[in-house]
């Protein structure tokens, strides 16, 4: 029988990770997590385990500690790596930098180390659509978009990531590499047993939302309503998180087949703009619970639209998402629920 391909994923319990650790063994793949969990919950294992039926490769883990990660990759010489783990909150790395350039830098360059000593054959960043700024005049990006100065000391990380990556591939042309770039990941797990966990108040709009209309907040603030768009509000690309964990498969699957080392960026997003009252609309509709909300001032940073052009994701990984906004927003509402009821039983 075929060994299957052994793929590291790192930050593997968190939201993105996990919805990827199910897509990679739904496509013959072994995921080997390396996970700390401190942005993470240690239930997400046993939900993992529920939805795939299998027992899972778990290394609580620090990615920035070398002679651990050196240690996991000599026992179980993987064939690629997906590397989410990394600080995310943008407010945070504005209040604590120092924190966000030692932990998403170090955790990089030490996955880099072992891609060159073990050899390992594929390798797919996390990245984001904040390396393109506040893209002037334009709506739809595309990846020869001009990478900006970001917003945030974590966009910043996620520039500085992809810059270090790029010097890598020099010194190191045979590796196969790409870069994700995503617009807004939202939604859960068809199962509702996985999902985005924010701790704290959420900044992003989705998880607000479910949590005002389950009650742990008290009202939405929709930023802003006077902005050069359709109805006044804020354009995103809102990408269900399921289709962008099959964006990572299908990247490992491409950079398998090619004879040859290369390294691209490539953008996840639907290609479709919704706004944030759009968004509104379609919560009260799809789940018919009414979302108390108030419109407020402008937020800091915010860009008026922007959205993906999926073009080269089409053409290169040969996917195109599968999900609407609506089945975002239901999944991300019965995994609420399913919160809900967990912490209630508690
Ligand atoms: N919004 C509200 N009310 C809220 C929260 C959000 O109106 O309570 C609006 C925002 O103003 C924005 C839209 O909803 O117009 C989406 O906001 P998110 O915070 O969900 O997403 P962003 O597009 O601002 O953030 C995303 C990623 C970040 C990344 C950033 C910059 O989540 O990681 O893009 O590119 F840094």
Redesign the pocket.
Same mark, same amino acid.
């Given at each position: 029988m075929d060994e299957k391909k052994k793929i590291i994923v790192t930050g593997g319990a968190g939201y993105i990770g996990s919805h990827t650790v199910v897509a990679l063994i739904e496509n013959g793949y072994e995921p080997i997590v390396i996970d700390d969990f401190r942005n993470s919950q240690k239930a997400v294992v046993a939900n993992l385990e529920k939805i795939t039926g299998q027992k899972l490769s778990v290394h609580a883990i620090d990615c920035c500690n070398e002679e651990a990660v050196r240690n996991l990759f000599a026992s179980e010489k993987p064939m690629g790596i997906i590397h989410f783990a990394a600080y995310?909150a /943008?407010g945070e790395s504005v209040e604590n930098p120092l924190m966000y350039y030692q932990n998403n830098l170090q955790s990089l360059v030490v996955l880099l180390k072992m891609v060159k000593e073990f050899k390992v054959e594929t390798f797919v960043f996390s990245s984001? #659509?904040?390396v393109?700024g506040e893209p002037k005049g334009a709506i739809s990006v595309d990846e020869g978009f001009p990478i900006a100065k970001? *917003?945030?000391p974590?966009?910043q990380t996620k520039i500085i990531c992809e810059q270090i990556i790029e010097d890598f591939h020099k010194s190191h042309p045979e590796g196969k590499m790409i870069c994700l770039r995503y617009f807004?990941?939202v939604g859960a797990h068809e199962s509702a047993l996985i999902g985005e966990y924010p701790i704290g108040k959420?900044?992003?709009?989705?998880p607000?939302i479910t949590q005002t209309a389950i009650g742990k907040r008290e009202i939405?603030?929709? *930023?802003?309503k006077d902005y050069d768009t359709p109805d006044g509000? #804020?354009i &995103?690309d809102y990408i269900h998180v399921c289709d962008l964990a099959e964006a990572h498969v299908r990247s490992i699957a491409f950079l398998e087949k090619q004879n040859r080392g290369l390294l691209d960026a490539v953008n996840v997003g639907t290609g479709k703009g919704t706004s /944030?009252k759009e968004?509104v609309d379609t919560f009260e509709e799809a789940t018919g619970v009414e979302l108390k909300h108030q419109f407020g001032p &402008? &937020?800091q940073g915010? /860009?008026p639209a922007?959205y993906a052009n999926n073009e080269k994701m089409q053409r290169v990984l040969g996917f195109t998402p599968q999900k609407t906004i609506r089945d975002s927003i239901t999944s991300a509402w019965n995994w609420e629920k399913y919160i809900h009821e967990n912490e209630s039983s508690k």
């Open positions: 995310k /943008v984001s #659509c904040t393109y970001a *917003f945030s974590y966009g807004n990941p959420p900044n992003n709009l989705l607000f939405l603030t929709i *930023f802003g509000t #804020c &995103r /944030v968004m &402008r &937020r915010d /860009v922007i």
